[in-house]
């Protein structure tokens, strides 16, 4: 079977017991605002998330939904997708195990600005936002880290629809794979395989163009051999060309 339809994309199934203490407390050590706390506070802030497991495809949450969980990947991929009024899909962001999504800092009338569905099965950890602000009054150092993540998070809303409406459409998705690349990529016999499933209406929904276009483009990169691809899944083989193409002028 030839590369085009193969998936050289690792996807174990996943079973309750993979959601283990341990590894629970791996991926809750890797979000920014937990990272200066000690195990032992840790694993007190562990017990009050709660872990559910999902299937591929799955929505966790939609786009308007009340906004009263914060939630953490520990195992698997999720996507977030943010849908216009014309009904339009934008895909903001991908996460892995260690990512957080949902509004920290979110109030008791705020809603979700988006929809959030597995790309892979998954387990996440929820916490109530009550109990989070609990978390953060009991240790200013997670109080501090979430205000800066906050502002930073909205520097990169600011950059990401500059860059929508500045850049041509080549360097969005080059800029696109280089930053997935440095996220997901691991080492492979086909290049720097970004680790998840990444179909071509994926890419054109981060870079707020058409499937075709960015099939176009994505051809012309395989030929220039700058990147080997097959169904759902992109491996980089020229990562510095990419990087110098997302930044010439």
Known sequence: MSDKRETPLSSPPLEGHHCTVDLRLEKLGLVPFFQQLAEEQLREVNKKFTASHYSKGETIYR????????????????????????????????????????????????????TAETQTPACILSIRLSDFREVMNRYSSVAMVVLDITTDRLNESRQRIQHLSTLPVTKRIAHILVTLAHKFGEED????????PLSRKDLADMAGTSAETTSRVMSQFQEDDLITSGRQWVAIKDKPELLRISAES
């Open 63 to 114: 786009q308007g939904d009340s906004s009263t969980m914060l939630r953490v990947v520990v195992a698997g991929n999720v996507k977030l997708v943010s849908h216009t009024l014309e009904g339009e899909g934008v895909l903001l962001d991908m996460l892995q195990p260690g990512d957080f999504f949902g509004n920290p800092t979110a109030g008791s009338q705020d809603v979700y600005n988006e």
């Open 189 to 196: 016999r086909r290049g720097l395989l970004i680790q998840l």
